[in-house]
């Protein structure tokens, strides 16, 4: 496993090592020890599949507030996206910082998403298959979501953000200027 650290601190970039032969491929996605060994002692909990039908649709950013904020290994299982993260820790030296990172099919590359840090992607082929494991289960108290296009952020999602395919609840998200961070940076 190929652990590759980013400018946003916690964030990761995982890319397990593929064997292939006339079959197809394998990999071993996750491993607790090796995790383990690599500083990654993570207990998730609950496993999440999102299937994004058209090429355009966003889902973000999202987060999980306390006390069920939620750490988050996130990966293509068909097609592909970009996957982006944002910190929203108060007081990060990276505060609203985003980092986007292709993850497909064929690339096999994962994102590791720390507690404090909004998420969202946007589908780049169609019938997009994310999966990803959480370190909480979800609580519906604790749910909240951010504009994607907020300025204030800047994102490039490589699509026009008024031809973006989105649910009624991220359509309806708040900007930053009209929320409050419930993360704290830790240092």
């Known amino acids: 496993m190929d652990i590759e650290q980013t400018a946003l601190d916690g964030v990761l970039i995982l ?4 064997f292939s032969d006339a079959r197809g491929s394998f990999s071993e996605v996750w491993n607790r020890n090796t995790m383990r060994d690599a500083g990654l002692d993570h207990d998730f909990v609950q496993d999440n599949q999102s299937i994004s039908e058209a090429v355009g649709t966003v889902r973000g950013l999202h987060y999980q507030a306390p006390p069920h904020a939620q750490d988050k290994l996130v990966r293509t299982g068909r097609g592909c996206v970009l996957d982006v993260v944002v910190d929203v820790r108060r007081g990060s030296p990276t505060y609203l910082k985003w980092l986007g990172v292709e993850l497909s099919e064929d690339n096999g590359r994962q994102l590791f998403v720390p507690k404090g840090f909004l998420h969202g992607f946007v589908t780049r082929a169609p019938r997009s298959v ?29 699509i026009d953000p008024a031809s973006a395919v989105l649910s ?11 929320w409050t961070s419930p993360f704290e940076y830790e240092g």
């Open 130 to 158: 994310l999966l990803y494991k959480t370190t909480d289960v979800y609580a519906p108290d604790c749910d909240g979501t951010v504009h994607f296009a907020d300025p204030e952020i800047g994102i490039d999602w490589g």
């Open 15 to 18: 890319t397990p090592k593929r």
């Open 168 to 178: 009624d609840k991220d359509a309806k998200a708040p900007m930053l200027a009209d």
